[in-house]
């Protein structure tokens, strides 16, 4: 079993920028393909970013590339999403996931560990 718990979400303005936190606990955390996918009000869950255990290699969605970065620590089992440019369309739900699968599956995928998600929001 992994426990993952989120931090980091708010309010922010267009163009500004949001760091979100996940950690992870239980067996073998530090091993897992962790990622974040994120939903918006009234739309369907989507993958935004995942990173390999090793940190390499990592997977984004192609709605924040260069302007989103993932990374992990696994000293502190934790994994991190940088989120820079924020644009209103980013408003939703983040979520933490972990799964053995590697990152470029990840995306197609349900994972099998989540966390309980925290809410970025972007006004414009």
């Known amino acids: 079993q992994v426990q993952l718990v989120e931090s980091g979400g708010g309010l922010v303005q267009a163009g500004g920028s949001l760091r979100l936190s996940c950690a992870a606990s239980?067996?073998?955390?530090?091993?897992?393909?962790m990622g974040w996918f994120r939903q918006a009000p009234g739309k369907e869950r989507e993958f935004v970013a995942a990173i390999s255990w090793t940190s390499t290699p990592s997977n984004y969605a192609d709605s924040v590339k260069g302007r989103f970065i993932i990374s992990r620590d696994n000293a502190k089992n934790t994994v991190y999403l940088q989120m820079d440019n924020l644009k209103p369309e980013d408003t939703a739900v983040y979520s933490c996931a972990a799964d053995g699968q590697p990152t470029n599956i990840l995306p197609a995928t349900t994972p099998s560990y989540w966390g309980q998600g925290t809410q970025v929001s972007v006004s414009s």
């Open positions: 239980g067996h073998n955390a530090r091993f897992y393909t």
